[in-house]
């Protein structure tokens, strides 16, 4: 029996595990830390009994290295540190790096500010292939090679996780870079200013669109023909870069 109550912030956390059935029996989870959202992630993760938990963080900033060096040693989490720079590079580095601690999930701490900028964004560049691999557990095609990632924090805006994290653990200052992502995040939470709501009515669209693009999803998978890492193409962006 335990004695301590849960608070609302966590009811849903975990609600929203069972219900999409992010975490189940025999689970290993590798999380991908790096700010705070990240970071409350682990920490609400780390309560599930018996489960076995890693972290791993791209080391691309002093500061966010530091500060995951800090929350798993406090929170007690293997912890591993890879180099990485760019974008393709971190979702490419997380994969391989998971897959090869034989992790069962990946655990990405995204907000519902990163999805709803997600979303907009995906539209913003007409990535349609990005954007049927939103929500909170996406369905990417059952392949070894790819450790499925999931979003248990997508629910849940930045505000909301600020304010729970601060009573539990050590926050980290993010220093917000010029990017097309971070004009939208404004915009958007202009409008929500105006029109609250709006960011929660967004990822509720997307989850019933979900069912639609599932049905639609690429089917096949191909193996870049230099690495052999899963890419959509034959030879994968990292490796194409690489070359140049
Ligand atoms: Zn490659």
Do not use: W
């Amino acid at each position: 029996m335990t004695s301590s109550k849960k608070s609302s912030f966590e009811k849903k956390f975990f609600k929203t595990i069972g219900k999409y059935k992010l975490i189940e029996k025999n689970d290993k989870v590798v999380v991908a830390l790096s700010g705070t959202s990240s970071a409350t992630m682990l920490f609400l993760l780390k309560q599930i009994k018996g489960m076995e938990i890693f972290a791993i963080t791209i080391d691309e900033e002093k500061k966010k290295t530091r500060y995951s060096k800090n929350i798993a040693k406090k929170f007690g989490v293997n912890h591993i540190i890879v180099k990485g720079n760019s974008e393709i590079h971190r979702r490419y580095i997380l994969n391989k790096t998971a897959r090869e601690l034989v992790a069962t999930k990946l655990a990405v701490g995204h907000s519902m500010d990163d999805e709803c900028a997600s979303i907009i964004l995906s539209m913003c560049r007409g990535d349609f292939s990005r954007f049927q691999r939103l929500g909170p557990n996406p369905i990417i095609i059952k392949n070894k090679k790819f450790v499925p990632r999931i979003k248990p924090m997508i629910f849940f805006s930045e505000k909301e996780i600020l304010n729970y994290a601060k009573k539990k653990i050590p926050l980290f200052k993010e220093k917000k870079a010029k990017s097309h992502r971070e004009d939208i995040k404004k915009m958007i939470n202009k409008i929500e200013k105006f029109h609250p709501g709006t960011k929660n009515s967004m990822i509720k669209f997307y989850e019933r669109l979900m069912p639609m693009i599932i049905s639609k999803a690429i089917k096949k998978i191909n193996y870049c023909e230099r690495c052999g890492e899963p890419t959509s193409r034959a030879i994968c962006r990292i490796c194409e870069i690489s070359q140049n």
